[in-house]
Structures are given as structure tokens and as C-alpha cells.
């Protein structure tokens, strides 16, 4: 492409082209720029028509797509591969970064962002070592007197420099900080006193002043990202010059840099901010170097925030302001400081007590977006909020001025409460005010779990509860001055640790009463309340509340809860649903004479959050609530199973068929939790589905493999009569599944569950024909990719089988897929890894199975494989005594993430769905110890003399002590 | 990607817990860049010059008030000291060491121009005149005092060879000032010193060394010896090691405070290196007076002699052990406290490889008492202070045993070490996250994770932890991310545990060990 007229006019009707609303017109000539990027020129084309078209939108399309260009372009990753040639030629290379500073700083300010976010990306490349005087030519430019290109030059540099606040100190960095300080420190340094001298020059001049200080803003980022790493000598040297006028700017005020917008920050907020922070990290970073100049910005700080408004545009300033106080306060040297009584009672009165205020902006988000109030009230996302900030301060105070601060605020928090009780309709906001700083004051320590774990000791919890907490929530109406509900109902929640038991017992039925006010943020937080208190724990691990204590309140816990799931705005609220869960969890079975309506509004709901589920915890504890209805009913009368699933069944045919993917892994679990309370035969109902659960796709889905495992096992321990005379034809489909499972690294674990399920309930003639096509799969896998979980697993199914199929089929069968298998894999399997088999059971399963090898299998006792039993006999005493073998070799790390192709939905477990562990031992042998003596007996028994033989010629002596104490336990011995 | 192999090398110390301590100690950082202004009583001074401040105390024999300098210009110098007149030369040679010795920046650069530098060496061979020998010397060492390219003009006039066989002059004050020019050179950095090295400096210069040797003149000595043993890349030979080695050891029993520092200083340059040259310092049995000397008030030798036992303590298990059997445990408290917070730093950066050694070193560590003011310093230390103490804790719990690391959050570690989750350091934070996987590995095998993962929220660590799931540097941003996608993500279950469950029904144990989402 040469730079000629001609493709000049080609390029711009192509750009023009980029712009049509009509794709037909647009895409093409997308593909068509696309397949000319890497010719020569291309670039320096782009750059000709963004300075020089004729028209405006050429010129800012031509920037757009320049800076894309290089986004994608400039970078050229390692060597060369074949489908990443480097588009942009060397001499392309040369041509634009020797052009692009000038070019940039020429342009108007739409155009000259683009080349700036240009600028940084090739810098970040190229720049230094590629691009030796970009510094220097930017440096230069400072001495233009022209803001305009000046700030473009700031603004470059704050792009280029800014990863110097988050990257690793390494060689290499410092270095290019090192050139960067050399050629760019002093500069900036004179352009600093230069812009506020012009600002004071221009004090009058309402646009100029705006320019200059955007430069100024720029230069306190600049300074920031060139001191973070460690404070250079430059600037140490120069740090009165920038303190000064740091501090100066923190003082400075200007009214035509006043802005009216309420929300917005404006310039001067924005460099007092920025200042902050750069006060902060040398406090916090220097300290050694900034002390002298720390007490002055505490000082200037804290004027600024007893002189700032309440406005929301205000607020970023306030809470860095508010911060960097509360972090030099809890500094020891920094205490003398604050520790006078005026200054701890200025702090106070001016600073935090005013930040705590409830304001408009509150008010609004509690009404009109409920949702966003509670998270940042409750859940603690109110990080950068002033009255987080102001809290923080209260708790940095508190560390060295506990009892002056509580009794400067027991002042406040008094007249606060009075001014109050004057007039509560309009003085409500005091009294939010006054609890809220009780709450900041009392709380040095807080988890979701428990609310507030440590309190401040000067303050009288219980008494505040009683006196101003409790009346309002004991008012007639719910629904007046909510917010001083919601305060109430959240002060019971976060120190119900603290709260007296008594009392707590007094406010639930308040609570309850309160799950009918209108407004979502108080019945919300009431449902929150409940189902906190609900969790906590009593004596003796039960929980503090009992059933029978809330016995008065079940019928009108269970009607509020479900009726304001039907108040605006919480059809689907998560809180709600989750104190349904816990109500149910705790009361048992003084629920159930509600269940028939209970289910009937579950099932409601369901259907209704299955055309379109969009709040996975809501949905998640509608579940467990389904769950423990059908456990805490069918505990009682098994038979009510049938009216569950007449129930439930017609909505999860109609997730199924409709496919709501969020859905099916719980109907899964709830359909296993049904089966399963089936005394008898499996229904007819179930079988229908049966051949369903087979189809692949189901399998396909991650999420959906733990609870379909679950079904099928529990389809197999309750119908596996049936599935072999019934379903016979669909066995391979299910053995497909399992060589499916088998397959994974991740699943085959699953794929074991489904085996030994088939193997312990299936007719063994069913399963006949296929059974050594299993074990083949499982030797091929053990070939090919054996990892530590596939062992484990391997281990325990081939010891279930031993068990339930005897010693000597298992060494027929495996002898009879190759010959000498069965010493092989006693050989390289079973002796050297049987000590990784974790879980009790597991444990159980593999040392009667070996057992059974040890003392039922002829050919250990006269062929080759002689020579295995002992090692084997001292393998199974290791898993008896030895501690269990943890280790993974280090290539397995990752085998996981590896092996899951891509996200889906995961797999969410229900706790109130959970299966019994199942022993499939069970009663046939209660101490497996024992057990191996009475085997080893019996042995001795048939061929006398021959177990004491191989005993004493190779068990080791600590292997055999071990024995002894097992013979002697049994009161046998061994002939 | 660099990164990528860097975040792998860090992996690896911190995936395969404990067996890899070699790799956890830090030697001392290479500096190769430095941002910051050195601090001048941290380090001796690499060169000296002679200035009239240092003269009352030093060596010359009152030349000044024998008789006055006549001041010449530079072009009359020139001439004088070209010329044949030996008076003049001397008047000369005079007038130049004055210019020379002026305390704010002497015209070194304007003296090597006048090209006298090789006259100048020539009149260092004048044995038949002593006078101008001694003012040729002191010239030559202020000259050599200069940058790099001042020491080599000097050097390159020949002058090594002519003040090595000066050491050996009749005259003590023509010696001693030729110890302090090779001393200069010495200090240039490698390429010198090991010039000096071949050139045989050593045994002229150990043999001024004797009970008799006046002290300012040992001072000058030791100095010397100092910058023969400083500087890696290469090492000094290990044949001069050796022979410097013993004076040294005798010359840090003396009682002088200056000589025992800057023989102090010697030794650390020697261990500041690989193993085995630790293991010479080591063996000559130096280490409980450097322990001793730790204990000192003076700055001047408390500085260097921590930073030889800090050095120490980054070899061998055997070598730190070493450094703990001569009771270095006993001093650091003190040293962690320090009001210097140099010292709390070099301090805290010694205990941190003490604490990458094994678990015996590591209870050694908390029976001595360390923990506490770990902690505090951790607390309320100066913030370079705090950073080494972050690694303390870092290779604590990556290298003890469970029991050691519960006493550790026992101390209290855990509330200063979140807060500096706000360090404004995304290395420091990148090593407290591991850190805090380490403290939930050791939780997992006691059962204590929620234990663990309420005090963490307690201490406000948890929102910590949130908040750098958003930092702009990937690492700390996915370390975070894993702690809470592990710890903290399931919120809910354990919340479901059966307290309220009479039937077991919280049994999903067979799936939940292997099961891997």
C-alpha cells in the first residue's frame, strides 16, 4: 500500500463504510480494512487521515480504528508462530513512534485520547529500551506553556506509569522507574511549582483554573505511581517542594472551582482525593521520612472534612480523608496527636457523628432499591461509604481512646435520643444516628456467622435493647419509621451473642410481627433476624432456641413467612426462603400439621421461579424446604411419601421436559430422597423414568453427574430386582454410563459408586455377561492413565466384589482375562497401595475383602502366588496400623481442572437431601481385626501347620506383634 | 512471559510445603537498582578522601604548620611538577594535595587534565625524598578517592606497584598514607581489587599489622583490608580469604570501636555469598563474638556485625545452627525493638531465614521468645520492617509443623498480618494470601477451618481479601480468589452443619473427599 491519494480516498470510503447502521454495508468493509491491516503503510495511512481528512468523523473513525489496530498488533508474542505473523513492518514500527507524540498532542481532544491510549500500549512494549526518547520528547513538551498539550502529555505518562503501583519490584522495573525518574522527576518538579503559581496568576479565570488543575490532578497521580515502589531520592530530597504545596492545595479553596452538580465530583474534590492518597502512602510507606510533615496534613485533613458538605459528590474525598485518619490514630507515635480531650471531642462532634448521618441519598436507596441497601448494610459491601469510614475511625480511636471516645459519644448518643423523643415524625433520623454510632462504638469484632463476637465493655447492650430498641419494635404499626426498624430488627441480629437469651425470646414474636411490614428492607431484615437466631447454638450443641420454646409461634411464623413472600418486590427474596428453611430445620415436627398447605405454596413457587430462575440462593433453600418437608413428614408416616410425589412429580416432569438446566440437579436429589423413603418395591412411576436417566445428554452436563449417580443408586438398592427382570435390555445402557464415568479423571470416582451399587444389588446372572468386560475397562484404565483416585477407588470395588463374589471367582476372573493377572495386580496394585484407601468404610470394604484372598482362595496356598501371601498378610496389617498414606505424586496437582471441559452449571449440593453412609459390610463383620483372626483360624484349621510356617518365615516382627494381639483379642490360635 | 516463570518458581516454594527449605532463604537482594537515597550509616564509605576536617586526627606529622603551602595556579603546578627543580616539584605537588583536599568538591577532574598524574606516580619512587613521596601519596590518594574514572587515572599511571612497595617504606606516615590510597583503589570494585591482589598487597599490608601499630594507623588498615574483602562478582580469590581472614579475627577482638567495625563490615562482605564461602567465615569460630558484638550500643558496630550474622544465617541448616548455637536467638528480641529501624529491618530479615530452616529451628525460634516481638514489630514496625517480618511469617508457616504454626496464631499473628493486606505492596500481599493458605492447610488438618475462617472475618480480613479479588496485579487477584473461592465461598454450608439435625443426615463424607468442582 503506498501513501498515495488514491488509497488515502480508498480507505476513507471504507471507513466511512465502517459506520453504516446497515450491516450489509458495514461487515464487508470490516473484512476488508481486517485484510489490508498487514500491508506496509496501513498505519501511517490512518495517522495521514486522522490528522488530515477533510471531515470530522473520518478523522475520529481513523483514530478509533488506529488505536485498535495496534491494540491488537503492536504486541508480538514470543517467537513467531504461523497464524500470529507480525503484521506491523519495522519501518511501520519506526515511522509511528517518531510521529505519534507530536501527532497526538496536535490533535483535538477526542482524537488525541485515542493516540494517548495508543501511546501506553506501545510503551508498554517498547518503551524504554524501543523507544529511547519518547521521554524526552515528552519531557520538552512542558516547556510549550500550552496546557492543553501539556495535559496530553500528563495524561500519557499516567497511562504509562501507573502498573508501577501494582507490579512486582523486580530488576527490570526499577530500572525503567530509574530512567523515567532521571529524565521526567525534576521536570515534573518545576512544572508542579509552574501550574500553581499559574493558578494563583489565574485565580480569577474560571477556565483557565480548570485546565490547570486537571494538570495538577494528573501531577498528584503521577507522583503517586512514581513514589509507590519505594520513595525515590529525587523526591526525598524534593519533598518539602511538594509537601508544601500538597498541603497548601489540600487548604485551598476557590469558588469558581465550586461546582453545582450534587452527585459529581468536581476538580478540586478530585485533586484533594488524589492528594490524600498520596498523603497515606508516604504516611504509610515512609513514615521515617513524612513525619515531620504528618501533623500538619492531620491538621489540614481534618479541617477539610469539618468544612466539607454532606453532598454525595463529596463522598470519595470524605471517606480517603476519613481514612487516612483512622490509619495514623492507631500508630503509637502518631497518638499524642489525637489524645487531647478538644481534639477526640472535635473529632467526634465534627467529624463522625456528622458522617453517620442517615441521608437523602440513604433514604432513597432504602426505599426505591431495597436490594442494594440490604447488601451494603447487611452483607458489608459499604466500603468506601462515609459512614463505613467514619465507623473505621471510631474503631483506630478506640485502640488507645476507648473510654474517652464511648463517653464523649454517650453525650451524643443522649442528646441524639432527646432530640428524638421531642418529636419523633421529624427527629427520626437522630435516633438512627444515635444506634448507629452505639453499633460502631460496641463492635470491635463481627462475622456473618455470629454478628458481633467481641464488644466494647463500656457500653450497657442489653440496656440500649431494652430501652430504645424494643419500644419501637413493640409500636402498633409496622410499617412507621421504617428505618428505625430496620435498625432495630438489625441491632438484634448482629449482638443477639450479646443480648440475654430472655430477651431474645422477647423479640420473636416482634420479629415475626414484623415480616409483614410493607417495606422489603424490614421484612427482609426481619426474616434475616429470624433465621440468625435460629442458627445459634445452645449448651450441648443443640440450638439456643428450641422447638418447644417457639411452639406459640409456629402457626403464625409459618403464615407470616409465606405471605410476605408474597409482598412486592420479595417473590423471590433468598432471606425469606432461607428463614422457611431454618424455621423448618428447627421446629421438625410441629410442622408438619401445615405441610399440606406448606407444599402446596412450594410447589406454587417452584413452578412459578421454573420459567425463568434468576436467584440461585432463593432457589437453592426452596429445595432444602421441599427436602426437609418430605424428611420431617415421611420420619413420621413413611407412607406419606406417595402424597409428595403426587405433589411434586407433575412440576419436575415439567423441568425435565422443558429442560431448566439450574433445576435438574435438584430434582434429582429430591426424587433420590423420595425413592429412598420407599420401604418396598420401587414404584411404577419411577421405572417409567428409568430408561431417561441413561441419555447421554444428561451426562453430558458436570453439574448434573453427583445427584444422577445418586438416583441411580438409589434406583438400585430399591429396584434392582426389578431393573433385571423389567429393564434388562437397558443394563448396557447403564453399564454405558459407568464406562462414561470411568472414562474422566474427574467422574471416574462416580463411575466406581454406580459400579459397586450394580455389583452389590443386581442378580448377579444379570450382570453375568458383562462382568469381564468391566474389569477389562477397569485394566485399561489402570494401563493408560492410572492416577491416586482411580486406585483408591479400584482397591475398594475390587475387594466389594471379592466380598460379594468370593476370593476365588475373583482370582478365576481375573486369570481368566490373562493369564498370572491376579498376582500381578496383588503384586503392583493391592500390596503397594492399599494404604492410600481412605474412609472408614473403605477401609472396612478392602481388609475383609483381603481377607477372604488371604483365607479363601486356594491358589494362594499351592501355586506362584504363594509367595504373595505373606506380603500381602503384612500390607492388610499396615492398613490396620499404620497411619494412612496422603501423598500424590506432583504431576497430579491439576489433573482436575485439566480434565473438566469448561464451566457449567455447578453442581449444588442439598445438605437436607443428604444419603446415610452406606456399609455394604455392614453386620456380616463388626471388626475386621477379629475378623482376620477367625479367617487365619479357620485356615490353619484345613492345612494345619502351614499359616505358622509362612508366618514366621517373612512377616516382620513388628507386623506379627500386631497379629498376636489380634489372635489374642478373638481368643484364637493358629494351628 | 516472565511472569508466568516467576509465579512458577513461586509455586513451587509454596505448593511442596516444607520440602524445599534451601529455596525459602533470601539472600541478601542483589541491588542493582536502587530508588531510594543509600543511607550514609548503613554502609562505610567505599572511598575516602583526605580532607583538612580528618586531618587533626590523622596521620600527617603537623607537615602544615612546619611550613605554609604557597598557592599556585593549575597551570604553575603544572609547570613546577613537569619541571626538574625538586624544590618546586614538592612546592608543587604541595599546592595540588591542598587543591585536592578541600572538604566540597575538590577539582579532581581539573587536576587530571593538567596530565600530572603519571609525574606525580614517578615522584611515589623518589626515596631520596621523602617530603615529596608523602605529598605525591596523599595527592595520588585523593585523587584515587574520586569517582571510578578518577581511581582508574590514577591507576592507570602505574601506581599500584609504587604504593605496594611504599607499604614497606622506612617512613610510618609515608606507609600509612599509601594503605589508605590502595585502600581506595581496593574499594574501586573487583577489577582493583583483585589487581592489588595479584599484585601482592596482602602480605606488605599484614605486616604492618603488630601490637605496636599506632590505632589510627590500624584504623586506616582495617579499612583497607575491608575493601579487599568487599564486593562479589567475581569473589575475592580464595587464597587472600584465607590469609586475610585470620588478622581479621584478631583485629575484631581489638578494643577500638571503629577498627571492630570495619572489621565487622570485612566479615560481612565475606558471608555476603554462597555457601561455602560461609563456611570459611563459619569455621574460624567467629561467630558468638560477632553475637557479642550485636549486643553492643554503638550503631557503628551493631550494623555490620548484624549484617555478617544475618548473612550467616541465609546458608546451610548446619550454618544457621551455627549462628543459633553462638545465641543470635537471644539478641534479636532486642534488635526487633530496636529504635533504628534499619536494625528492626535487617533483624527481621536475619529471623526470616531463620524461620525458613526446619521445624527444630524453627521451635528454637519460638522457645527463645521470638514471637512476641514478631508480632509487634509486625504490628507497629517501620513498613520495611514490617515486610521482612511478613516473610518471617511466610516461612514459618510454610516450614512448621502444625503444632508450631497454631502457637504462632496463638502470638497473635494473625491481626497485624491482615491489616497489612492494605500494604500499599503487591509483592507483601501476594506473600501474606499464600501465607494465609498455608494457616488454612494447617487448619484443614486440625478441623479447625471454620475456626479459622471466622477469626479471619473477626479480624476484618475477610473483607480484605475481597476487596483484592479486584487489584490489578493477576496474582494477588487470583491468590485472593482462591482463598475465598476455598474458605469462604460456601457460606451457607457450613451453616447447614446437622446441629439442628437429629438424623445424621449430613452425610455426603464418600463424595465430599474426592469430590472436585
Keep these: 500500500m503506498e501513501l498515495s491519494d488514491a488509497n488515502l480516498q480508498t480507505l476513507t470510503e471504507y471507513l466511512k463504510k465502517t459506520l453504516d447502521p446497515d450491516p450489509a454495508i458495514r461487515r464487508p468493509a470490516e473484512k476488508f480494512l481486517e485484510s489490508v491491516e498487514g500491508s506496509q503503510n496501513y498505519p501511517l495511512l490512518l495517522l495521514t487521515l486522522l490528522e488530515k481528512s477533510q471531515e470530522n468523523v473520518i478523522k475520529v473513525c481513523a483514530s478509533v480504528t488506529f488505536k485498535n489496530y495496534i491494540k491488537r498488533n503492536w504486541r508480538i508474542v514470543g517467537i513467531l508462530v504461523e497464524d500470529e505473523p507480525n503484521k506491523i513492518c519495522e519501518s511501520d514500527r519506526i515511522a509511528i513512534k517518531a510521529n505519534i507524540v507530536p501527532l497526538m498532542l496536535s490533535s483535538p481532544e477526542q482524537i488525541q485520547k485515542q493516540l494517548s491510549d495508543a501511546i501506553s500500549i506501545i510503551g508498554r512494549e517498547d518503551f524504554p529500551q524501543k523507544w529511547p526518547d519518547l521521554l524526552t520528547e515528552m519531557v520538552n513538551r512542558f516547556q510549550s506553556g500550552d496546557f492543553h498539550v501539556i495535559n496530553g502529555v500528563l495524561r500519557t505518562a499516567h497511562s504509562l506509569f501507573k502498573r508501577y503501583r501494582h507490579e512486582f519490584k523486580s530488576n527490570e522495573l526499577w530500572t525503567e522507574i530509574k530512567l523515567v525518574l532521571d529524565a521526567f522527576a525534576l521536570p515534573l518538579t518545576n512544572l508542579f511549582k509552574a501550574t500553581i503559581e499559574l493558578c494563583s496568576t489565574h485565580a480569577n479565570d474560571a477556565s483557565a483554573l480548570k485546565v490547570l488543575f486537571s494538570s495538577l490532578i494528573l501531577i498528584a497521580k503521577l507522583f503517586y505511581s512514581l513514589n509507590f515502589q519505594d520513595l525515590p531520592e529525587f523526591f526525598e530530597d524534593n519533598m518539602e517542594t511538594w509537601m508544601t504545596n500538597f498541603h497548601t492545595l489540600l487548604t485551598l479553596d476557590n469558588k469558581l472551582l465550586q461546582t453545582d452538580d450534587e452527585e459529581e465530583a468536581g476538580l478540586l474534590e478530585l485533586l484533594k482525593s488524589q492528594i490524600c492518597d498520596n498523603a497515606a502512602l508516604y504516611a504509610q510507606k515512609y513514615d521515617e521520612e513524612f513525619q515531620p510533615y504528618l501533623p500538619r496534613f492531620v491538621t489540614a485533613i481534618w479541617n477539610l472534612l469539618v468544612t466539607t458538605g454532606q453532598e454525595v459528590k463529596y463522598d470519595l474525598l470524605v471517606s480517603n480523608a476519613i481514612q487516612f485518619l483512622a490509619s495514623v490514630c492507631e500508630r503509637p507515635h502518631y497518638k499524642h496527636l489525637f489524645e487531647d480531650q478538644n481534639t477526640l471531642t472535635s473529632i467526634c462532634e465534627k467529624v463522625i457523628v456528622p458522617n453517620m448521618e442517615f441521608r437523602a441519598a440513604d433514604e432513597e436507596a432504602f426505599e426505591d432499591n431495597s436490594e442494594e441497601y440490604i447488601r451494603r448494610d447487611l452483607e458489608g459491601s459499604d466500603i468506601d461509604t462515609r459512614r463505613r469510614a467514619a465507623c473505621d475511625l471510631v474503631r483506630g480511636l478506640c485502640k488507645f481512646f476507648e473510654g474517652p471516645v464511648t463517653g464523649i459519644f454517650s453525650g451524643y448518643v443522649n442528646s441524639m435520643l432527646q432530640e428524638y423523643a421531642k418529636n419523633p415524625s421529624v427527629n427520626w433520623k437522630h435516633k438512627d444516628a444515635a444506634i448507629y454510632l452505639v453499633t460502631s462504638l460496641a463492635s470491635k469484632a463481627q462475622t456473618q456467622k455470629h454478628g458481633i463476637t467481641q464488644a466494647n465493655e463500656l457500653v450497657n447492650l442489653t440496656e440500649f435493647f431494652v430501652n430504645h430498641i424494643q419500644p419501637d419494635l413493640k409500636s402498633a404499626s409496622v410499617n412507621e419509621f421504617p428505618v428505625l426498624k430496620a435498625d432495630g430488627i438489625k441491632y438484634i441480629m448482629i449482638f443477639r451473642n450479646q443480648v440475654p437469651k430472655e430477651q431474645l425470646l422477647v423479640s420473636i414474636p416482634l420479629l415475626i410481627n414484623h415480616l409483614q411490614a410493607e417495606s422489603i428492607v424490614v421484612h427482609t431484615y426481619a426474616a434475616h433476624a429470624l433465621e440468625r437466631l435460629f442458627t445459634m447454638r445452645g449448651t450441648n450443641n443443640s440450638t439456643l432456641i428450641t422447638a418447644a420454646e417457639m411452639a406459640p409461634f409456629v402457626e403464625v411464623l409459618l403464615t407470616n413467612l409465606f405471605k410476605a413472600l408474597t409482598l412486592p418486590g420479595s417473590s423471590e427474596n433468598e432471606y425469606i426462603m432461607k428463614a422457611i428453611m431454618r424455621s423448618f430445620s428447627l421446629l421438625q415436627e410441629s410442622i408438619i400439621p401445615y405441610i399440606p398447605s406448606v407444599i402446596t405454596q412450594l410447589t406454587q413457587k417452584l413452578l412459578a421461579v421454573s420459567k425463568n430462575p434468576s436467584k440461585p440462593h432463593f432457589n437453592h433453600y426452596m429445595f432444602e424446604s421441599i427436602c426437609l418437608s418430605i424428611r420431617i413428614t415421611c420420619k413420621a408416616n413413611p407412607d406419606a411419601v406417595g402424597s409428595f410425589e403426587e405433589a411434586l412429580f407433575m412440576v419436575f416432569t415439567e423441568i425435565l421436559q422443558n429442560d431448566v438446566q439450574e433445576f435438574i440437579p435438584y430434582v434429582f436429589q429430591v426424587m433420590s430422597l423420595l425413592l429412598e423413603m420407599h420401604k418396598n418395591e420401587i414404584p411404577r412411576s419411577y421405572m417409567a423414568l428409568f430408561p431417561h436417566l441413561l441419555q447421554p445428554v444428561l451426562w453430558e452436563r458436570t453439574g448434573n453427574i453427583p445427584p444422577l449417580v445418586r438416583l441411580l443408586q438409589a434406583y438400585l438398592e430399591r429396584g434392582a430386582n426389578t431393573i433385571a427382570s423389567a429393564a434388562a435390555d437397558k443394563i448396557p445402557g447403564l453399564l454405558g454410563v459407568f464406562q462414561k464415568l470411568i472414562a474422566s479423571k474427574a467422574n471416574d470416582h462416580q463411575g466406581f459408586y454406580l459400579l459397586n451399587s450394580i455389583i452389590e444389588h443386581m442378580p448377579p446372572e444379570s450382570v453375568d455377561q458383562y462382568r469381564k468386560q468391566i474389569f477389562i475397562l477397569l485394566f485399561q484404565r489402570l494401563q493408560n492413565s492410572k492416577t491416586t483416585k482411580f486406585i483408591k477407588s479400584f482397591l475398594v470395588f475390587i475387594n466389594l466384589y471379592c466380598i460379594k463374589y468370593g476370593a476365588l471367582a475373583l482370582q478365576e476372573i481375573f486369570d481368566s482375562i490373562q493369564p498370572k493377572m491376579f498376582g500381578m495386580v496383588l503384586e503392583k496394585i493391592i500390596i503397594p497401595e492399599i494404604q492410600k484407601v481412605s474412609g472408614q468404610v473403605e477401609k472396612k470394604i478392602c481388609a475383609v475383602g483381603i481377607t477372604k484372598i488371604l483365607t479363601e482362595c486356594p491358589p494362594m496356598m499351592d501355586t506362584e502366588y504363594t509367595k504373595l501371601w505373606t506380603p500381602l498378610l503384612q500390607a492388610l496389617i499396615g492398613l490396620f496400623e499404620l497411619p494412612e498414606d496422603d501423598t500424590i505424586p506432583d504431576e497430579e496437582h491439576f489433573i482436575d481442572i485439566e480434565d473438566t471441559p469448561g464451566y457449567q452449571t455447578a453442581f449444588s449440593q442439598l445438605a437436607f437431601a443428604g444419603k446415610k453412609e452406606h456399609d455394604p459390610v455392614g453386620q456380616m463383620v463388626n471388626n475386621p481385626r477379629i475378623h482376620l483372626a477367625q479367617s487365619l483360624h479357620k485356615l490353619s484349621t484345613a492345612c494345619p501347620g502351614r499359616v505358622p510356617s509362612m508366618l514366621s518365615t517373612s512377616l516382620n516382627a513388628e507386623a506379627l506383634q500386631y497379629l498376636q494381639g489380634y489372635l489374642q483379642a478373638a481368643s484364637v490360635t493358629l494351628l | ?517
Excluded at chain 2, 553492643?296 to 550454618?319: C, F, K, S, W, Y
Design chain 2, 1 to 517: 512471559l516472565p511472569v508466568m516463570s516467576k509465579q512458577g518458581e513461586h509455586m513451587k516454594k509454596f505448593k511442596n510445603k516444607g520440602k524445599d527449605t534451601d529455596s525459602l532463604r533470601r539472600q541478601r537482594v542483589e541491588v542493582t537498582v536502587q530508588l531510594r537515597k543509600a543511607k550514609k550509616d548503613e554502609q562505610i564509605l567505599k572511598r575516602r578522601s583526605i580532607s583538612f576536617s580528618v586531618l587533626g586526627q590523622s596521620l600527617s606529622p603537623g607537615e602544615d604548620k612546619r611550613d605554609e603551602v604557597i598557592p599556585l595556579s593549575l597551570e604553575e603546578i603544572a609547570e613546577a611538577v613537569n619541571g626538574s627543580n625538586t624544590k618546586l616539584q614538592l612546592q608543587a605537588t604541595q599546592a595540588a594535595r591542598k587543591i585536592l583536599s578541600k572538604q566540597k568538591d575538590p577539582p579532581i577532574n581539573q587536576i587530571i587534565e593538567l596530565g600530572i598524574i603519571p609525574r606525580l606516580t614517578e615522584f611515589l619512587g623518589r626515596s631520596d625524598n621523602a617530603a615529596l613521596q608523602f605529598e605525591a601519596a596523599w595527592a595520588l590518594t585523593n585523587i584515587a578517592s574520586g569517582t571510578s574514572s578518577h581511581t582508574k587515572a590514577v591507576v592507570e599511571a602505574g601506581a599500584i606497584p609504587a604504593f605496594i612497595s611504599l607499604l614497606s617504606s622506612p617512613h610510618m606516615h609515608i606507609s600509612e598514607q599509601s594503605v589508605w590510597a590502595l585502600g581506595n583503589i581496593a574499594g574501586d570494585g573487583p577489577l582493583y581489587r583483585d589487581a592489588l591482589i595479584s599484585c601482592s598487597v596482602i602480605p606488605p599490608l599484614l605486616a604492618l599489622v603488630s601490637p605496636a601499630t599506632p590505632v589510627g594507623f590500624l584504623r586506616n588498615i582495617t579499612w583497607t583490608l575491608s575493601n579487599l574483602c568487599r564486593n562479589k562478582n567475581p569473589y575475592p580469590p580464595l587464597n587472600a580469604v584465607e590469609e586475610i581472614l585470620p588478622v581479621l579475627i584478631c583485629l575484631v577482638e581489638h578494643e577500638d570501636k571503629e577498627i571492630i567495625s570495619d572489621s565487622c563490615w570485612a566479615i560481612s562482605y565475606l558471608t555476603d555469598g554462597s555457601n561455602d564461602r560461609i563456611q570459611i567465615v563459619v569455621d574460624t569460630g567467629i561467630l558468638p563474638r560477632l553475637v557479642e558484638l550485636l549486643d553492643r550500643p554503638e550503631l557503628i558496630i551493631m550494623t555490620p556485625a548484624l549484617r555478617a550474622v544475618g548473612n550467616v544465617v541465609t546458608g546451610t541448616d548446619e550454618q544457621t545452627q551455627a549462628a543459633i548455637d553462638a545465641g543470635v536467638l537471644a539478641v534479636l528480641p532486642r534488635l526487633l525493638r530496636h529504635s533504628k529501624t534499619s536494625i528492626q529491618k535487617e533483624a527481621a530479615w536475619a529471623l526470616s531465614n531463620i524461620a525458613a530452616g526446619p521445624g527444630q529451628q524453627i521451635q528454637q525460634l519460638i522457645t527463645c521468645g521470638l514471637l512476641p516481638p514478631l508480632v509487634e514489630l509486625l504490628d507497629k514496625g517501620d513498613f520495611k520492617a514490617q515486610k521482612e517480618a511478613v516473610w518471617v511469617v511466610a516461612n514459618f508457616t510454610t516450614g512448621g509443623t502444625t503444632e508450631q504454626v497454631v502457637e504462632l496464631v496463638r502470638s497473635g499473628v494473625l491481626r497485624p498480618l491482615l491489616n497489612l493486606l492494605l500494604a500499599k505492596d503487591s509483592k507483601t500481599i501476594l506473600i501474606i494470601l499464600d501465607t494465609i493458605s498455608n494457616l488454612f492447610l494447617a487448619a484443614e488438618k486440625l478441623g479447625e477451618t471454620e475456626r479459622l475462617c471466622l477469626l479471619v472475618e473477626e479480624l476484618d480480613g475477610l473483607e480484605k481479601i475481597e476487596a483484592l479479588q479486584n487489584h490489578d496485579n493477576n496474582m494477588v487477584y487470583r491468590a485472593a480468589l482462591n482463598i475465598i473461592e476455598k474458605y469462604f465461598s460456601g457460606e451457607e454450608n457450613p451453616d447447614l452443619q446437622p446441629g439442628t439435625d437429629q438424623d445424621g443426615l449430613y452425610d455426603f463424607s464418600v463424595e465430599k473427599q474426592d469430590f472436585d468442582f
